[in-house]
Each structure stands twice: as C-alpha cells, then as structure tokens.
C-alpha cells in the first residue's frame, strides 16, 4: 500500500490532465473518467468537477493541458 501511497503523492497535475485527455479520446464522459482514474491512482486523486472542467475545454477543441495564464 505505501508504493501506492507515494505514486499518489508523485502525480503532477499536468499528469492527470493527460490521464483526462486519455479518457477523453477514448470517448469517455467525464464522471465516468474520474471514476476510471480514482479507481486506479486513489480516491481524492481528481473531483468529477475538475474532470467535467477539463472536458469542456477539450470538447472545445483546447487541448493544451498547462493552467490558462492568469491575470
């Protein structure tokens, strides 16, 4: 379990974004990724809201996976 543990705490949030992008081209809704994803990396790994984010923008057609530049 700790192996598991330390490969939660090791994923970047650039890391999930391809992980959501995966998901995404696999033709997936975005709970049903979240799911996919909390199942295999852990619980609080990703929010079905971050994921449903996240498809929104690809479905828009960005599929740039870096934070927008802030204000």
């Known amino acids: 379990m700790d192996a598991d543990h330390e490969l939660k ?3 970047s949030r650039r890391e ?3 992980l959501l ?4 081209r ?3 809704k975005a709970t049903e990724a979240a799911n996919n994803i909390c199942s ?3 619980e609080d790994i990703l929010s079905i ?3 449903q ?3 929104n923008r690809f479905k828009s057609g960005n599929l740039e996976l870096d934070d927008l530049p802030r204000p």
């Open 49 to 51: 809201r971050t994921a």
């Open 40 to 42: 295999t990396m852990g």
């Open 16 to 18: 999930i974004r391809v």
């Open 26 to 28: 696999l033709g997936h």
């Open 53 to 55: 984010h996240w498809f």
């Open 9 to 11: 705490m090791d994923l």
């Open 21 to 24: 992008l995966h998901e995404f």
